[in-house]
């Protein structure tokens, strides 16, 4: 196990030990309330360019659809950007044999 992993383990420790204290009594409404939200937020980008008709339509202002559009595309290529530095950094370190 390299540095970098050791490091996580241990701040993930000293994170969770002062989180009981901070995070409601009632875990799982937060849990259910945190998924739903994620999920509303998958589906607005996967089908992002049907839900920009709709409010183009429902509102009947174009302009609010085509910034709600270049919202989701910037968000997406921003998203994709991260992955793929991501991905070189573990390739990088790879071919090095060491952590970056």
């Given at each position: 196990m390299n540095k970098a992993k050791k490091k996580a383990l241990k701040d993930i420790k000293e994170v969770n030990a002062g989180e009981e204290k901070r995070m409601w009594k009632n875990k799982s409404l937060k849990w259910k309330i945190r998924s739903i939200l994620c999920s509303i937020e998958y589906w607005c980008v996967a089908f992002g360019f049907p839900i920009c008709i709709a409010v183009g339509i429902l509102t009947g202002d174009f302009y609010?659809?085509?910034?709600?559009w270049v919202a989701i595309q910037i968000y997406n290529t921003a998203a994709n950007m991260r992955g793929f530095f991501l991905h070189c950094e573990s390739y990088i370190e790879y071919q090095l044999g060491e952590t970056i």
């Open positions: 609010k659809a085509l910034a709600l």
